[in-house]
């Protein structure tokens, strides 16, 4: 079990030490000059742009070493938890992230949970009634939802619930998860998102419900309901956690445009702005947490896998 | 029961059969023909050209002369509509082929090989997954921008073609590549999957042992076998990438000003949708109806190649 975990992490850490590596080289062989970049923002043109003085700013920040070192640099002061000053705010990045992404993780949580709430015993109700008309109904509206991207639900329901159904004031910005400006944002979520988890929930509870145990039981005379809670319910939930990792995809995308949208400011937001300023330290560290999520979240999902289907032995 | 002629279709026919058949793909297939129809013959179809400016009349709302109004800058919105159709078809096919080229031949070299080669590629298909596939994008957007432009300046300066001076292909030669390379890894994992299931039915086993070369296992068995659930999935594909390159421009990284996409539309309209809704409405029902429709076919081609196979 130990040796699963161990080459589960040893795969997932050289993978992200991959990507780090490539975002890296992206950014060294291919973005645009950051310090310039910088002065041309300071000073609105290129006209009293000198060069030693971007070459000094450049030995600063270290940025005229070979790619190697530069990297190898890198990395190792991440592993020490310094994860670079931003060429912009000239601030520690750490600091900088924690703050937004404790904004980001507080709206995904939200939503996950609603979204839990809602999908799975939606999915239950449309596999108990398969085929019949309340199934078609709830499998017709969740195809149409997911069809819909995440940045035009958002600006139809500000729309619908500003313009037409005005119960609302303009629900912009950020005042903390209790209050009622995050409610559009995490029906936005929740919208783009409920069909993984529904459909994985309707699919494995058809599934279970076709196996000849459940037949059995049913024969030795179970009442419908121990059936659906003991013999079907337990079996057909488990794989619906590995949508899991699906959902944090799900998430950390669709979290760029409802920050976007909504103005909220979260790690969404601020991975955006950093790509738009050239901010090396900060794009990385984005590109770094972003891809933690999600592989943290497989190797959970492999983990908990692991202990509830002992079938994958070692994978 | 027992009809020859029946017999005698061919699985295409059949399935073209099944498709037709089918309400919600046929609605979803007219719908992406106009679209198509739309794109190709923009020129002639559109009212105005997506360029052309009337500020007197700017931010109108939908009338005789403007069918859909017109936007902050006096222009057209529908014509406006109609070249955005355009761009999203040019990237939604280069892209789709691009990708799908890498993801056949990266899976089916995984498929075929298996071992070691086959670990190390589907590793490198993981991680390009688990990445957040926007940020990814958006990343290759940000970075690939001043190469590209530095190549197309030297490209002008060896041929003096005055082709490589158009931004509209740096920007769509751009978006190409951000779009392709996050989207192979789904077809890299289906064409890998179908190759291994395939490989190991009995047919093809027996084609084996009557020594059959591996161009005719191809052409005969193992292409003919596996090519469904890789229609299906470029068919979601195209939408998909339609998706993304609006996703793109309404970051502000795709398709740059003044050319129109659906994206920058949608997000031009951020700051003004309180005012003049029909900005926002007319761009983000368009990609809601697209996206339906694709999925509509999709699943539509789904169940007519696999109808074994009940949909859940």
Known sequence: MLNFIFIRIIRWSTGLLLVLLVSYAMMFYGGGDPIKQMFLDELGNTQYLDQTMIDSERDKFGLNDPFIIQFKRYIFNVLQGDWGTSFRSQRPVLEMIKPRLWISMQLGFAATIVMAILGIPLGIIAS????????????????????????????????FFVLVVPIMNVPYG???????????????????????ILRQTRASMLEIMNEDYVRTARAKGLSE????????????????ITSLGLVM???????????LIFNIPGFGKMSIDAIWDVDHPLIMSTVLVGTLIVMFSNLVVDIIYFFLDPRIADG | MGDLKN?????????????????????????VIIFFVFAIFGTILAPYDFLSQNIDRALEGPSKDYILGTDPMGRD??????????????????????????????????????????????????????????????????????PISSLFDALYQSTENTIFLNTYMIDFVIVFGAIALISWPSYARIVRGQ?????????????????????????????PNSIGPVVVAVTQGIGGAILLESSLSFLG????????????????????????PHLMIVPAITIGIIQIAFIFLGDGINDALNPKQTRR
């Open chain 2, 7 to 31: 017999k005698s279709k061919s699985l295409r026919d059949i399935a073209l059969k099944r498709l037709l058949n089918n309400y919600l793909a046929l609605v979803g297939f007219v719908i």
């Open chain 1, 128 to 159: 108990l009634n398969h085929n019949k008309w309340l199934d078609l109904s709830i499998i017709g509206t969740i195809i149409t939802l997911n069809a819909i991207p995440v940045f035009v639900t958002g600006p139809i329901l500000l729309l």
């Open chain 1, 174 to 196: 950020w005042d903390g998860i209790l209050n009622t400006q995050v409610i559009l944002p995490i029906a936005v979520i929740v919208i783009s998102t409920i069909p993984i």
């Open chain 1, 225 to 240: 309901k121990k059936v659906i809670l003991k013999h079907i319910l337990k079996p057909a939930l488990t794989p619906v």
């Open chain 2, 195 to 223: 190759i291994l299931s395939v490989k190991q039915q009995i047919y093809v086993e027996a084609a084996v042992s009557m020594g059959a070369n591996l161009t005719h296992l191809m052409k005969r068995h193992l292409i």
């Open chain 2, 253 to 276: 990284v795709g398709v740059q000003p003044p050319n129109a996409s659906w994206g920058s539309m949608l997000s031009d309209s951020l700051t003004l949708w309180r005012s003049f």
């Open chain 2, 77 to 146: 919105v529908f014509s406006r509509m109609v070249f955005g159709a355009r761009t999203a078809a040019i990237v939604a096919f280069t892209t789709t082929i691009i990708s799908l080229i890498l993801g056949v031949f990266i899976g089916t070299i995984a498929g075929f090989s298996g071992g070691k080669i086959d670990a190390f590629l589907m590793w490198i298909t993981d991680i390009t997954m688990s990445v957040p596939g926007l940020l990814l994008a958006i990343l290759i957007n940000a970075t690939i921008k001043p």
């Open chain 1, 249 to 259: 995809i799900t998430l950390v995308n669709g979290a760029l445009f409802v920050e």
